[in-house]
């Protein structure tokens, strides 16, 4: 790609637009939309964005195999928990007409069951020596009546007898290893970083919508799009929470797409050929989409300070206001989601207007 150099604008352009917003995420177009609701239609608004194509880490990736559209999300995934949205990010969504209520016609929520389709856990050669595919015990093992299947299924994991039976001490054993945590507290923390020294913690079938005149596949013959997730750590290094997700990030952007491509298809070949796959055969495209910081860091107080949280912490100090700029985007509020992002805007709209 070449490089363009624009001329430093000689005028201010004040007069023209009533707000200039510096990227085109959920965030900035939210803070558009609910500024012309509080300003007023007739204000004119510049939106900037460094890349192609506006909606920021909400994308969605297009294939079409066979004459097939297959979708898959390239970033955000869905509207989760619409209910618990704040007022102004409800609203977002009903006034860009946006109707969540209709969620149960569109998700097949007897998609994988009425197929019979499960999870499996797979080693791959690189780490165990050789590919294997074995039952996932952490999907489906509940108390007593399953120790036989529990101990069978382990028996099949290629690890040392002392890791076997660690592994079934940790499934079955009373220690709360949270204890003196309130139950609320024990829900807060919802993250766990599962460190592979290889590409993708897990891959699989994406969520089985079909809405809007796009059918998800349905038969056993037809293309699907199968999505991987890796976020990159740096384990068994000493290394902080937030260290590793720094080192991780470096490592993303110096990877080119040739070396994903070079992880992708053994794994794949290691998990599926026993199943007949070919990746030669099987593997219509590949698209890698690398979101270098992917979810907006939410405080977790196994690793951050303790004084920090939604409403204390740095955030706070690097959105501050800075007279006519005001800072939005789901980072500000140290939370991941959509309505983090609209709620962004929201605040970053309201410190504009009253300025
Ligand atoms: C894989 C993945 C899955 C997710 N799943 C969910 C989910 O299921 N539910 C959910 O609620 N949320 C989910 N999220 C989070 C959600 O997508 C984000 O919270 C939201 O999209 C953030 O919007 P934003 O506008 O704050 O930031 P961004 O989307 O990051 O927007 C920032 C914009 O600024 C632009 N920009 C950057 N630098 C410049 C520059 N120098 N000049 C001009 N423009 C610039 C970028 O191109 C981008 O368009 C997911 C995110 C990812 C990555």
């Given at each position: 790609?070449?490089?363009?150099?624009?001329?430093?604008?000689?005028?201010?352009?004040?007069?023209?637009?009533?707000?200039?917003?510096?990227?085109?995420?959920?965030?900035?177009?939210?803070?558009?939309?609910?500024?012309?609701?509080?300003?007023?239609?007739?204000?004119?608004?510049?939106?900037?964005?460094?890349?192609?194509?506006?909606?920021?880490?909400?994308?969605?990736?297009?294939?079409?195999?066979?004459?097939?559209?297959?979708?898959?999300?390239?970033?955000?995934?869905?509207?989760?928990?619409?209910?618990?949205?704040?007022p102004v990010s409800a609203k977002v969504l009903k006034d860009i007409g946006i109707d969540t209520d209709p969620f149960d016609e569109y998700f097949d929520q007897d998609y994988f069951s009425s197929r019979n389709l499960g999870t499996d856990l797979y080693f791959g050669?690189?780490?165990?020596?050789?590919?294997?595919?074995?039952?996932?015990?952490?999907?489906?093992?509940?108390?007593?009546?399953?120790?036989?299947?529990?101990?069978?299924?382990?028996?099949?994991?290629?690890?040392?007898?002392?890791?076997?039976?660690?592994?079934?001490?940790?499934?079955?054993?009373?220690?709360?290893?949270?204890?003196?945590?309130?139950?609320?507290?024990?829900?807060?923390?919802?993250?766990?970083?599962?460190?592979?020294?290889?590409?993708?913690?897990?891959?699989?079938?994406?969520?089985?919508?079909?809405?809007?005149?796009?059918?998800?596949?349905?038969?056993?013959?037809?293309?699907?799009?199968?999505?991987?997730?890796?976020?990159?750590?740096?384990?068994?290094?000493?290394?902080?929470?937030?260290?590793?997700?720094?080192?991780?990030?470096?490592?993303?952007?110096?990877?080119?797409?040739?070396?994903?491509?070079?992880?992708?298809?053994?794994?794949?070949?290691?998990?599926?050929?026993?199943?007949?796959?070919?990746?030669?055969?099987?593997?219509?495209?590949?698209?890698?989409?690398?979101?270098?910081?992917?979810?907006?860091?939410?405080?977790?107080?196994?690793?951050?300070?303790?004084?920090?949280?939604?409403?204390?912490?740095?955030?706070?100090?690097?959105?501050?206001?800075?007279?006519?700029?005001?800072?939005?985007?789901?980072?500000?509020?140290?939370?991941?989601?959509?309505?983090?992002?609209?709620?962004?805007?929201?605040?970053?709209?309201?410190?504009?207007?009253?300025?």
């Amino acid at each position: 790609m070449g490089e363009t150099r624009f001329a430093i604008p000689q005028d201010l352009t004040d007069d023209e637009f009533g707000l200039v917003i510096a990227g085109g995420g959920i965030s900035g177009l939210s803070a558009a939309l609910l500024y012309q609701q509080r300003a007023g239609r007739d204000r004119k608004i510049l939106i900037l964005d460094n890349h192609d194509d506006f909606g920021g880490h909400a994308k969605r990736n297009e294939f079409t195999v066979d004459g097939q559209l297959l979708l898959c999300h390239g970033g955000g995934q869905t509207i989760s928990s619409p209910a618990s949205y704040s007022p102004v990010s409800a609203k977002v969504l009903k006034d860009i007409g946006i109707d969540t209520d209709p969620f149960d016609e569109y998700f097949d929520q007897d998609y994988f069951s009425s197929r019979n389709l499960g999870t499996d856990l797979y080693f791959g050669s690189e780490q165990y020596g050789k590919d294997v595919l074995c039952p996932n015990i952490f999907g489906g093992y509940s108390g007593e009546d399953n120790l036989d299947n529990l101990v069978f299924d382990v028996a099949t994991y290629p690890i040392s007898d002392e890791t076997k039976a660690a592994l079934i001490r940790l499934m079955t054993s009373e220690t709360d290893y949270l204890g003196g945590k309130s139950h609320a507290e024990k829900l807060d923390i919802h993250k766990v970083v599962c460190a592979q020294p290889s590409l993708m913690h897990s891959f699989g079938m994406d969520f089985p919508v079909s809405m809007g005149g796009y059918d998800y596949t349905s038969e056993s013959g037809q293309p699907t799009v199968l999505h991987g997730t890796w976020c990159p750590a740096v384990p068994d290094q000493g290394l902080s929470n937030i260290e590793q997700h720094k080192q991780g990030r470096r490592d993303l952007f110096a990877m080119s797409f040739d070396d994903f491509e070079d992880k992708i298809v053994p794994q794949l070949s290691g998990a599926l050929s026993g199943g007949g796959f070919d990746p030669g055969r099987d593997i219509a495209g590949i698209t890698v989409n690398r979101w270098p910081h992917g979810y907006a860091y939410e405080y977790t107080e196994l690793y951050d300070d303790p004084s920090f949280g939604p409403d204390k912490g740095p955030h706070l100090v690097a959105r501050k206001q800075i007279g006519r700029i005001s800072i939005a985007n789901s980072d500000a509020n140290a939370y991941a989601y959509v309505d983090g992002a609209i709620d962004a805007a929201d605040r970053a709209v309201n410190e504009q207007l009253t300025a």
